[in-house]
Protein backbone atom coordinates (compact mmCIF):
# COMPACT_ATOMS: atom_id res chain seq x y z
CA UNK A 1 0.00 0.00 0.00
CA UNK A 2 2.51 2.34 0.76
CA UNK A 3 4.58 1.48 -2.31
CA UNK A 4 1.54 2.45 -4.55
CA UNK A 5 0.80 5.53 -2.90
CA UNK A 6 4.72 6.41 -2.99
CA UNK A 7 4.45 5.62 -6.82
CA UNK A 8 0.56 7.64 -7.24
CA UNK A 9 2.18 10.73 -5.58
CA UNK A 10 4.89 10.58 -7.99
CA UNK A 11 2.93 10.61 -11.20
CA UNK A 12 1.01 13.38 -9.74
CA UNK A 13 3.96 15.31 -9.64
CA UNK A 14 5.33 14.25 -12.33
CA UNK A 15 2.29 15.14 -14.26
CA UNK A 16 2.48 18.77 -12.62
CA UNK A 17 5.69 19.84 -14.11
CA UNK A 18 4.63 18.52 -17.70
CA UNK A 19 3.95 21.73 -19.77
CA UNK A 20 0.41 22.25 -20.67
CA UNK A 21 1.40 22.71 -23.96
CA UNK A 22 3.23 19.59 -24.19
CA UNK A 23 -0.19 17.71 -22.95
CA UNK A 24 -2.25 19.31 -25.55
CA UNK A 25 -3.93 16.43 -27.23
CA UNK A 26 -2.44 16.46 -30.49
CA UNK A 27 -1.79 13.12 -32.65
CA UNK A 28 1.53 14.15 -34.58
CA UNK A 29 5.26 14.40 -33.18
CA UNK A 30 6.50 18.14 -32.28
CA UNK A 31 10.33 18.28 -32.25
CA UNK A 32 13.12 20.77 -33.36
CA UNK A 33 16.92 20.09 -34.31
CA UNK A 34 20.06 21.31 -32.17
CA UNK A 35 23.27 23.08 -33.25
CA UNK A 36 24.32 19.04 -33.89
CA UNK A 37 21.82 18.78 -36.07
CA UNK A 38 20.00 16.26 -33.72
CA UNK A 39 16.48 15.67 -33.20
CA UNK A 40 15.17 17.07 -30.29
CA UNK A 41 11.26 16.09 -28.97
CA UNK A 42 9.38 19.80 -28.23
CA UNK A 43 6.13 20.67 -26.48
CA UNK A 44 3.19 20.74 -29.50
CA UNK A 45 3.81 24.75 -30.88
CA UNK A 46 0.11 24.10 -32.85
CA UNK A 47 -3.09 22.12 -31.65
CA UNK A 48 -5.57 21.35 -34.41
CA UNK A 49 -9.14 23.53 -33.70
CA UNK A 50 -11.16 21.95 -36.76
CA UNK A 51 -11.50 20.66 -40.25
CA UNK A 52 -14.04 22.16 -42.98
CA UNK A 53 -15.06 19.95 -45.84
CA UNK A 54 -18.40 21.65 -46.67
CA UNK A 55 -20.08 18.43 -46.98
CA UNK A 56 -22.78 19.43 -44.70
CA UNK A 57 -23.34 23.02 -46.38
CA UNK A 58 -25.34 24.89 -49.19
CA UNK A 59 -22.13 24.64 -50.89
CA UNK A 60 -21.68 21.10 -51.03
CA UNK A 61 -18.19 19.35 -50.81
CA UNK A 62 -14.71 20.80 -51.44
CA UNK A 63 -13.65 18.44 -54.32
CA UNK A 64 -9.57 18.34 -55.70
CA UNK A 65 -8.91 22.15 -53.90
CA UNK A 66 -5.45 23.50 -54.96
CA UNK A 67 -4.64 26.61 -53.38
CA UNK A 68 -6.40 29.07 -51.34
CA UNK A 69 -5.40 32.92 -49.99
CA UNK A 70 -6.75 35.28 -47.62
CA UNK A 71 -7.56 38.83 -47.49
CA UNK A 72 -7.22 42.00 -45.47
CA UNK A 73 -10.10 41.13 -43.60
CA UNK A 74 -9.93 37.49 -42.79
CA UNK A 75 -11.75 35.89 -45.74
CA UNK A 76 -10.38 32.83 -46.92
CA UNK A 77 -10.61 32.21 -50.60
CA UNK A 78 -10.25 28.57 -51.54
CA UNK A 79 -9.51 27.05 -55.43
CA UNK A 80 -11.69 24.64 -55.45
CA UNK A 81 -10.40 23.19 -58.85
CA UNK A 82 -12.31 20.06 -59.13
CA UNK A 83 -15.69 21.86 -59.10
CA UNK A 84 -14.20 24.52 -61.11
CA UNK A 85 -15.08 27.66 -58.55
CA UNK A 86 -13.68 29.93 -55.92
CA UNK A 87 -15.07 29.30 -52.62
CA UNK A 88 -15.16 31.56 -49.76
CA UNK A 89 -15.15 31.15 -45.83
CA UNK A 90 -14.62 33.39 -43.28
CA UNK A 91 -11.44 32.79 -40.27
CA UNK A 92 -13.35 30.51 -38.42
CA UNK A 93 -13.96 28.36 -41.29
CA UNK A 94 -17.57 28.98 -42.00
CA UNK A 95 -19.25 29.30 -45.38
CA UNK A 96 -19.47 32.63 -47.33
CA UNK A 97 -20.29 32.71 -50.82
CA UNK A 98 -19.51 30.94 -53.55
CA UNK A 99 -17.91 32.27 -57.12
CA UNK A 100 -18.42 30.42 -60.00
CA UNK A 101 -18.53 32.67 -63.10
CA UNK A 102 -17.07 36.34 -63.30
CA UNK A 103 -18.07 39.01 -66.28
CA UNK A 104 -15.68 39.79 -68.85
CA UNK A 105 -16.34 42.26 -71.74
CA UNK A 106 -20.70 42.05 -70.47
CA UNK A 107 -20.00 37.88 -71.02
CA UNK A 108 -20.39 35.40 -68.61
CA UNK A 109 -17.50 33.03 -68.23
CA UNK A 110 -16.41 30.23 -65.93
CA UNK A 111 -13.58 28.62 -64.53
CA UNK A 112 -11.76 25.39 -65.85
CA UNK A 113 -9.72 23.85 -63.21
CA UNK A 114 -8.35 26.54 -61.23
CA UNK A 115 -5.25 25.54 -59.40
CA UNK A 116 -3.74 28.70 -58.25
CA UNK A 117 -5.58 31.58 -56.20
CA UNK A 118 -3.87 34.69 -54.39
CA UNK A 119 -5.96 37.93 -53.36
CA UNK A 120 -4.74 41.39 -52.81
CA UNK A 121 -4.54 44.34 -50.48
CA UNK A 122 -7.90 45.59 -52.62
CA UNK A 123 -9.65 42.60 -52.15
CA UNK A 124 -8.65 41.71 -56.11
CA UNK A 125 -9.25 38.46 -56.63
CA UNK A 126 -6.59 36.68 -59.03
CA UNK A 127 -6.81 33.33 -60.53
CA UNK A 128 -4.70 30.46 -61.91
CA UNK A 129 -7.46 29.38 -64.60
CA UNK A 130 -5.42 26.58 -65.53
CA UNK A 131 -7.18 24.12 -68.12
CA UNK A 132 -8.30 27.70 -69.77
CA UNK A 133 -4.56 28.72 -69.88
CA UNK A 134 -5.18 32.00 -68.51
CA UNK A 135 -4.65 34.31 -65.51
CA UNK A 136 -7.83 35.97 -64.29
CA UNK A 137 -8.25 38.84 -62.12
CA UNK A 138 -11.81 39.95 -60.75
CA UNK A 139 -12.89 42.70 -58.64
CA UNK A 140 -15.33 41.56 -55.38
CA UNK A 141 -18.50 41.92 -57.37
CA UNK A 142 -17.14 39.60 -60.14
CA UNK A 143 -16.22 41.74 -62.73
CA UNK A 144 -13.10 40.63 -64.63
CA UNK A 145 -10.39 44.10 -64.50
CA UNK A 146 -7.88 41.51 -66.27
CA UNK A 147 -7.36 38.44 -68.23
CA UNK A 148 -4.43 36.91 -69.96
CA UNK A 149 -2.69 33.99 -71.21
CA UNK A 150 0.81 33.39 -73.17
CA UNK A 151 1.18 32.21 -76.41
CA UNK A 152 3.81 30.12 -77.53
CA UNK A 153 6.94 31.97 -79.28
CA UNK A 154 10.51 31.58 -79.85
CA UNK A 155 10.94 32.55 -76.06
CA UNK A 156 8.81 29.87 -74.76
CA UNK A 157 9.54 27.09 -77.77
CA UNK A 158 6.90 26.26 -80.92
CA UNK A 159 5.01 23.25 -78.59
CA UNK A 160 4.27 25.44 -75.64
CA UNK A 161 0.91 25.54 -73.37
CA UNK A 162 0.25 27.69 -71.17
CA UNK A 163 -0.89 26.34 -67.99
CA UNK A 164 -0.81 28.24 -65.30
CA UNK A 165 -0.49 26.80 -61.39
CA UNK A 166 -0.30 29.44 -58.90
CA UNK A 167 0.03 32.89 -58.75
CA UNK A 168 1.45 36.07 -56.82
CA UNK A 169 0.98 39.56 -57.42
CA UNK A 170 3.03 42.42 -55.20
CA UNK A 171 2.21 46.09 -54.68
CA UNK A 172 3.18 47.27 -58.00
CA UNK A 173 0.73 45.15 -60.12
CA UNK A 174 2.98 42.52 -61.38
CA UNK A 175 2.02 39.09 -61.35
CA UNK A 176 4.23 35.93 -60.99
CA UNK A 177 3.28 32.75 -62.43
CA UNK A 178 4.12 29.18 -61.76
CA UNK A 179 3.03 27.17 -64.85
CA UNK A 180 3.23 22.97 -65.83
CA UNK A 181 6.62 22.05 -67.37
CA UNK A 182 8.02 25.48 -67.02
CA UNK A 183 11.77 25.20 -65.62
CA UNK A 184 13.64 28.19 -66.69
CA UNK A 185 11.92 29.95 -63.64
CA UNK A 186 9.16 31.56 -62.63
CA UNK A 187 6.91 33.27 -65.16
CA UNK A 188 6.55 37.12 -64.81
CA UNK A 189 3.97 39.53 -66.20
CA UNK A 190 3.65 43.34 -65.68
CA UNK A 191 0.47 44.47 -64.49
CA UNK A 192 -1.20 44.73 -68.21
CA UNK A 193 -0.31 41.34 -68.57
CA UNK A 194 2.14 41.79 -71.11
CA UNK A 195 4.69 39.31 -70.56
CA UNK A 196 7.87 40.60 -68.69
CA UNK A 197 10.61 37.66 -68.38
CA UNK A 198 11.41 34.71 -66.25
CA UNK A 199 12.11 35.29 -62.69
CA UNK A 200 14.33 33.56 -60.03
CA UNK A 201 15.43 31.05 -62.01
CA UNK A 202 17.22 28.11 -60.61
CA UNK A 203 20.68 26.89 -61.23
CA UNK A 204 21.17 23.00 -61.20
CA UNK A 205 25.45 22.76 -61.37
CA UNK A 206 26.10 18.63 -61.83
CA UNK A 207 28.68 17.05 -59.29
CA UNK A 208 31.98 16.14 -59.37
CA UNK A 209 31.21 12.31 -60.42
CA UNK A 210 28.15 13.41 -63.14
CA UNK A 211 30.85 15.02 -65.15
CA UNK A 212 33.29 12.30 -65.14
CA UNK A 213 31.18 9.63 -66.02
CA UNK A 214 29.83 12.22 -69.11
CA UNK A 215 33.51 12.64 -69.91
CA UNK A 216 34.05 8.45 -70.19
CA UNK A 217 30.88 7.44 -71.23
CA UNK A 218 29.94 6.26 -75.20
CA UNK A 219 27.38 8.31 -76.61
CA UNK A 220 24.64 6.02 -76.27
CA UNK A 221 25.31 5.85 -72.47
CA UNK A 222 25.23 10.16 -72.73
CA UNK A 223 21.68 9.80 -74.21
CA UNK A 224 20.36 7.55 -71.36
CA UNK A 225 22.07 9.72 -68.51
CA UNK A 226 19.60 12.74 -66.95
CA UNK A 227 19.42 16.14 -68.18
CA UNK A 228 20.35 18.59 -65.89
CA UNK A 229 18.22 20.95 -66.17
CA UNK A 230 16.65 23.87 -63.53
CA UNK A 231 14.00 22.11 -60.57
CA UNK A 232 10.53 23.57 -60.72
CA UNK A 233 9.08 25.88 -58.42
CA UNK A 234 6.06 24.83 -56.57
CA UNK A 235 4.64 27.27 -54.46
CA UNK A 236 4.62 30.83 -53.80
CA UNK A 237 3.81 33.58 -51.41
CA UNK A 238 4.70 37.57 -52.05
CA UNK A 239 5.25 39.21 -48.49
CA UNK A 240 4.31 43.07 -47.80
CA UNK A 241 7.74 43.84 -48.80
CA UNK A 242 7.59 42.74 -52.35
CA UNK A 243 9.89 40.27 -51.86
CA UNK A 244 8.50 37.01 -53.23
CA UNK A 245 9.19 33.52 -51.16
CA UNK A 246 9.25 30.27 -53.40
CA UNK A 247 9.57 26.60 -52.61
CA UNK A 248 10.74 24.38 -55.26
CA UNK A 249 11.72 20.23 -55.43
CA UNK A 250 15.08 19.22 -55.27
CA UNK A 251 15.49 15.51 -55.43
CA UNK A 252 18.58 16.09 -54.04
CA UNK A 253 18.01 17.54 -50.78
CA UNK A 254 19.29 20.81 -51.68
CA UNK A 255 17.96 24.37 -50.30
CA UNK A 256 14.50 24.23 -51.43
CA UNK A 257 12.94 27.46 -49.83
CA UNK A 258 14.41 31.20 -51.25
CA UNK A 259 13.46 34.92 -51.00
CA UNK A 260 13.70 36.44 -54.25
CA UNK A 261 14.20 39.94 -54.56
CA UNK A 262 13.02 42.36 -57.55
CA UNK A 263 15.74 41.22 -59.54
CA UNK A 264 15.07 37.69 -59.13
CA UNK A 265 17.89 37.19 -56.64
CA UNK A 266 17.78 34.96 -53.96
CA UNK A 267 18.37 36.94 -50.50
CA UNK A 268 17.26 34.51 -47.95
CA UNK A 269 18.96 35.09 -44.63
CA UNK A 270 21.06 32.07 -42.82
CA UNK A 271 22.60 32.43 -39.93
CA UNK A 272 22.63 29.10 -38.49
CA UNK A 273 25.36 26.42 -39.63
CA UNK A 274 22.21 24.13 -40.99
CA UNK A 275 20.99 24.69 -44.94
CA UNK A 276 16.93 25.26 -45.19
CA UNK A 277 15.76 21.80 -46.41
CA UNK A 278 13.33 20.58 -44.12
CA UNK A 279 13.81 17.80 -42.65
CA UNK A 280 18.00 16.94 -41.88
CA UNK A 281 17.36 13.41 -40.80
CA UNK A 282 14.85 11.26 -42.64
CA UNK A 283 14.86 7.71 -44.40
CA UNK A 284 16.05 6.77 -46.89
CA UNK A 285 13.74 4.21 -48.38
CA UNK A 286 10.54 2.83 -47.35
CA UNK A 287 7.29 4.58 -46.44
CA UNK A 288 7.33 8.51 -45.92
CA UNK A 289 11.22 8.41 -47.21
CA UNK A 290 13.81 11.02 -48.87
CA UNK A 291 14.25 14.81 -48.41
CA UNK A 292 11.24 17.32 -47.67
CA UNK A 293 9.28 18.43 -50.91
CA UNK A 294 7.98 21.46 -49.99
CA UNK A 295 5.08 22.09 -51.60
CA UNK A 296 4.05 25.87 -50.59
CA UNK A 297 5.06 28.95 -48.49
CA UNK A 298 3.54 31.43 -46.35
CA UNK A 299 5.18 34.73 -45.07
CA UNK A 300 4.24 35.59 -41.89
CA UNK A 301 4.57 38.83 -40.24
CA UNK A 302 7.86 39.96 -38.53
CA UNK A 303 10.00 37.83 -40.75
CA UNK A 304 8.79 34.21 -39.62
CA UNK A 305 7.74 32.40 -42.86
CA UNK A 306 6.27 28.50 -42.83
CA UNK A 307 6.66 25.57 -45.24
CA UNK A 308 4.48 22.87 -46.37
CA UNK A 309 6.23 19.64 -46.58
CA UNK A 310 4.56 17.13 -49.16
CA UNK A 311 6.45 14.12 -48.00
CA UNK A 312 5.37 13.65 -44.45
CA UNK A 313 2.71 16.41 -44.11
CA UNK A 314 4.66 18.59 -41.19
CA UNK A 315 5.33 22.71 -41.23
CA UNK A 316 8.56 23.88 -41.07
CA UNK A 317 8.60 27.47 -39.38
CA UNK A 318 11.57 29.64 -39.53
CA UNK A 319 12.49 33.14 -38.21
CA UNK A 320 14.67 36.08 -40.52
CA UNK A 321 17.85 34.66 -39.48
CA UNK A 322 17.35 30.80 -40.87
CA UNK A 323 16.33 29.39 -37.37
CA UNK A 324 14.13 26.63 -37.18
CA UNK A 325 11.03 27.93 -34.42
CA UNK A 326 9.21 24.78 -34.87
CA UNK A 327 8.03 21.72 -36.69
CA UNK A 328 4.57 19.88 -36.41
CA UNK A 329 2.24 17.81 -38.21
CA UNK A 330 2.19 14.65 -39.89
CA UNK A 331 0.27 11.87 -42.46
CA UNK A 332 -2.92 10.53 -41.35
CA UNK A 333 -6.26 10.38 -40.63
CA UNK A 334 -6.83 11.76 -37.23
CA UNK A 335 -7.53 15.83 -37.05
CA UNK A 336 -4.34 17.74 -37.34
CA UNK A 337 -3.24 15.00 -39.98
CA UNK A 338 -2.90 15.22 -43.64
CA UNK A 339 -3.72 12.79 -46.55
CA UNK A 340 -2.10 14.82 -49.62
CA UNK A 341 -1.13 18.85 -48.18
CA UNK A 342 -1.04 21.14 -50.96
CA UNK A 343 -1.16 24.81 -49.63
CA UNK A 344 -0.50 26.87 -46.57
CA UNK A 345 -1.85 29.99 -45.00
CA UNK A 346 -2.15 31.95 -41.86
CA UNK A 347 -4.07 34.70 -40.65
CA UNK A 348 -3.78 35.99 -36.85
CA UNK A 349 -1.16 33.67 -35.87
CA UNK A 350 -3.48 30.85 -36.97
CA UNK A 351 -2.09 28.16 -39.65
CA UNK A 352 -4.01 26.71 -42.39
CA UNK A 353 -3.79 23.70 -44.35
CA UNK A 354 -5.36 22.29 -47.46
CA UNK A 355 -5.61 18.64 -47.82
CA UNK A 356 -6.30 17.88 -51.41
CA UNK A 357 -7.62 14.74 -51.50
CA UNK A 358 -9.41 14.61 -47.82
CA UNK A 359 -11.32 18.19 -49.18
CA UNK A 360 -10.71 19.72 -46.25
CA UNK A 361 -9.21 22.80 -44.94
CA UNK A 362 -7.76 22.33 -41.35
CA UNK A 363 -7.45 24.79 -38.94
CA UNK A 364 -4.37 25.41 -36.30
CA UNK A 365 -4.07 27.18 -33.19
CA UNK A 366 -1.14 28.02 -31.61
CA UNK A 367 -0.64 26.56 -28.11
CA UNK A 368 1.22 28.50 -25.10
CA UNK A 369 4.34 27.22 -26.31
CA UNK A 370 4.11 28.33 -30.23
CA UNK A 371 2.72 31.64 -28.55
CA UNK A 372 4.99 32.77 -26.57
CA UNK A 373 7.83 31.91 -29.28
CA UNK A 374 5.87 33.95 -31.96
CA UNK A 375 5.97 36.86 -29.53
CA UNK A 376 9.85 36.95 -28.61
CA UNK A 377 10.51 36.36 -32.14
CA UNK A 378 8.03 39.30 -33.19
CA UNK A 379 10.03 41.38 -30.49
CA UNK A 380 12.94 40.35 -31.55
CA UNK A 381 12.52 41.40 -35.94
CA UNK A 382 11.17 44.54 -33.89
CA UNK A 383 14.72 45.13 -32.00
CA UNK A 384 13.11 44.68 -28.67
CA UNK A 385 15.54 42.12 -27.50
CA UNK A 386 15.43 43.35 -23.83
CA UNK A 387 11.29 43.15 -23.80
CA UNK A 388 11.63 39.45 -25.38
CA UNK A 389 13.80 38.16 -22.17
CA UNK A 390 10.81 37.48 -20.05
CA UNK A 391 8.89 35.40 -23.12
CA UNK A 392 12.35 33.42 -23.44
CA UNK A 393 12.24 32.98 -19.78
CA UNK A 394 8.60 31.04 -20.13
CA UNK A 395 9.79 28.80 -22.91
CA UNK A 396 12.85 27.62 -21.28
CA UNK A 397 10.22 26.52 -18.57
CA UNK A 398 8.33 24.59 -20.94
CA UNK A 399 11.35 23.24 -22.75
CA UNK A 400 14.48 23.42 -21.50
CA UNK A 401 16.64 22.51 -24.81
CA UNK A 402 14.85 25.38 -26.64
CA UNK A 403 18.62 26.89 -27.96
CA UNK A 404 17.28 30.45 -29.46
CA UNK A 405 15.74 30.73 -26.17
CA UNK A 406 19.10 30.87 -24.75
CA UNK A 407 20.07 32.82 -27.37
CA UNK A 408 17.72 35.59 -27.03
CA UNK A 409 18.41 35.72 -23.79
CA UNK A 410 22.36 36.37 -24.25
CA UNK A 411 21.69 38.78 -27.17
CA UNK A 412 20.14 41.14 -24.72
CA UNK A 413 22.10 40.52 -21.89
CA UNK A 414 25.00 41.52 -24.48
CA UNK A 415 23.45 44.27 -25.36
CA UNK A 416 22.75 45.50 -21.68
CA UNK A 417 27.16 44.88 -21.52
CA UNK A 418 26.41 42.13 -19.16
CA UNK A 419 29.02 40.14 -21.28
CA UNK A 420 29.80 37.83 -18.61
CA UNK A 421 26.23 36.54 -18.24
CA UNK A 422 25.82 36.85 -21.94
CA UNK A 423 28.43 34.23 -23.02
CA UNK A 424 27.14 31.52 -20.23
CA UNK A 425 23.77 32.01 -22.36
CA UNK A 426 25.02 32.18 -25.96
CA UNK A 427 27.03 29.21 -25.34
CA UNK A 428 24.21 26.98 -24.46
CA UNK A 429 22.47 28.91 -27.18
CA UNK A 430 25.57 27.46 -29.64
CA UNK A 431 24.90 30.78 -31.09
CA UNK A 432 28.85 30.97 -32.84
CA UNK A 433 28.26 34.16 -34.15
CA UNK A 434 27.13 36.68 -30.86
CA UNK A 435 29.45 34.46 -28.30
CA UNK A 436 32.37 35.60 -30.05
CA UNK A 437 31.59 38.91 -29.59
CA UNK A 438 30.76 38.82 -26.29
CA UNK A 439 33.97 36.74 -25.57
CA UNK A 440 35.63 39.60 -26.69
CA UNK A 441 34.27 41.83 -24.69
CA UNK A 442 34.52 40.09 -21.97
CA UNK A 443 38.08 39.17 -22.73
CA UNK A 444 38.47 43.19 -22.61
CA UNK A 445 36.73 44.03 -19.56
CA UNK A 446 39.31 41.65 -18.07
CA UNK A 447 42.00 43.69 -19.15
CA UNK A 448 40.31 46.85 -17.85
CA UNK A 449 40.04 45.88 -14.96
CA UNK A 450 43.16 44.17 -14.20
CA UNK A 451 45.45 46.33 -16.39
CA UNK A 452 48.21 46.88 -13.41
CA UNK A 453 48.77 42.68 -12.72
CA UNK A 454 48.39 42.51 -16.48
CA UNK A 455 51.01 44.76 -16.73
CA UNK A 456 53.17 43.51 -13.84
CA UNK A 457 53.15 39.63 -15.28
CA UNK A 458 54.18 41.01 -18.76
CA UNK A 459 56.97 43.05 -17.25
CA UNK A 460 58.01 40.06 -15.18
CA UNK A 461 57.87 37.91 -18.52
CA UNK A 462 60.11 40.47 -20.19
CA UNK A 463 62.72 40.29 -17.42
CA UNK A 464 62.58 36.66 -16.54
CA UNK A 465 64.95 35.92 -19.76
CA UNK A 466 67.34 39.02 -18.55
CA UNK A 467 67.40 38.37 -15.11
CA UNK A 468 68.66 34.65 -16.01
CA UNK A 469 71.19 35.44 -18.86
CA UNK A 470 72.45 37.88 -16.23
CA UNK A 471 73.08 35.70 -13.40
CA UNK A 472 74.39 32.92 -15.45
CA UNK A 473 76.76 35.76 -17.26
CA UNK A 474 78.13 36.52 -13.36
CA UNK A 475 78.28 33.04 -12.83
CA UNK A 476 80.93 31.77 -15.82
CA UNK A 477 82.46 35.65 -14.66
CA UNK A 478 83.46 34.32 -11.31
CA UNK A 479 84.62 30.95 -12.65
CA UNK A 480 86.76 32.46 -15.24
CA UNK A 481 88.45 34.39 -12.62
CA UNK A 482 88.77 31.59 -10.75
CA UNK A 483 91.00 29.61 -13.04
Not at 375 to 392: C, F, N
Request: no cysteine; proline share 3%.
Amino acid sequence: MKKFLILTLSIFMLAAFVPLSVQADVPYRSYNYDYWKNVVPSPAPYEPAKSETLKNTEAGALKLPGDMSFDADGNLYIADSGNNRIVVLDKDLNFKRVISEFTNDGKTETFKNPGGITVDGNGNIHVADTDNGRVVSISQNGEAKLVFGMAASSITGANFVFSPLKVGVDSAGRYYVIAKNVFQGMMSFDADGSFFGYFGTIKVQSSFADRFWKLVATQEQKKKMQLFIPTEFTGLDVDKEGFVYATNVDYYGGQTIRRLNPKGSDVLVNYTNKQIVGDIVYRRSGALSGPTKFVDIKARDKGIYSALDYTRGRIFTYDSEGNILYIFGGMGSELGMFKQPVAIESFNDRIYVLDQQRGAVVMFEPTRYGELINQAIGLRYDGAESEAVKLWEEVLKLDAHYELAYSGIGKSLLAAGKNKEAVEYLKKGMNKRYYSVAFKRLRNDFLKENINIVAAIIIIIILIPIAVKTVKFVRERKYRKRW
